[in-house]
Nanobody, 126 residues
Framework: QLQLVESGGGLVQPGGSLRLSCEASGSTLDYYDIGWFRQAPGKEREGVSCLSRSWVGANYADSVKGRFTISKDNAKNMVYLQMNSLKPEDTAVYYC???????????????????WGQGTQVTVSS
């Protein structure tokens, strides 16, 4: 029922910034935890940042702490990932995702997520 569509990826230089957006449809984000994941070539898909639907808190991978910020706007049914101080190691396809309705995805593990967007490419290169 829930559909997710990412946008905002592109090519940026090291040290630059991007904001990724994820638009939800078919249901309200009030019912869902939400997460951002990424997958680089030859690597496993990994959790980047996940957010509780109840705003208990946000969970970040160690590699992005202090640089990335996850947020959501329930009124607009949108989720965002603000990415600052980008590094070449951040190059990947980025996905937004949600677990089943009212289920926890705060641990930011791919196995807990059922709804996935199509992905958006982020390339960090000079």
């Amino acid at each position: 029922q829930l559909q997710l569509v990412e946008s905002g990826g592109g090519l940026v230089q090291p040290g630059g910034s991007l904001r990724l957006s994820c638009e939800a449809s078919g249901s309200t984000l009030d019912y869902y935890d939400i997460g951002w994941f990424r997958q680089a070539p030859g690597k496993e898909r990994e959790g980047v940042s996940c957010l509780s639907r109840s705003w208990v808190g946000a969970n970040y991978a160690d590699s992005v702490k202090g640089r990335f910020t996850i947020s959501k706007d329930n009124a607009k049914n949108m989720v965002y990932l603000q990415m600052n101080s980008l590094k070449p190691e951040d190059t990947a396809v980025y996905y937004c995702a949600a677990p089943q309705m009212f289920r926890s995805g705060y641990g930011c593990s791919t196995k807990d997520y059922d709804h996935w967007g199509q992905g958006t490419q982020v390339t960090v290169s000079s």
